[in-house]
């Protein structure tokens, strides 16, 4: 079996038919893709990306996160990230109820923050 030298994650919000469906969504792939592609295709065109990097495995084989997707211009939040890569990866159970919406919640300040830093394009 072929295992991809690194392996990318994608951070995004996810909202399938209504406000209750809400929830935050790792997306794993390998490093023939790019951040880019992933995430604009699972979460449309940044408003909805929480973070990106890669993922990696400490000596006790649970799955964290590090680094930064160049090709988005996002970096990673290994403390806020780790969780969703572990639940996407089925090392923990999702995590459901109140933290979830904390969680969804803490997602959408985190892009406001980021976009607020980004300087504004002009418009053309």
Known sequence: M???????YVLGMQQDD?????????????DSLTHKLVGETMFGYGDRIVSAGFVRFGSDGLA?????SESLGIKSNPEFDT???Q?????????????????FYAGDDLIRARNDKQPRRPRR
């Open 2 to 8: 072929y295992l991809s030298k690194k392996i990318k």
């Open 18 to 30: 209504g406000i209750e469906s809400r929830r935050l969504e790792a997306i794993i792939f390998g």
């Open 64 to 68: 964290f996160a590090e680094g930064e």
């Open 83 to 85: 969780p969703y890569l």
């Open 87 to 103: 639940m996407a990866l089925g090392q923990i159970a999702r995590v459901r109820g109140e933290k979830e919406k904390e969680d």
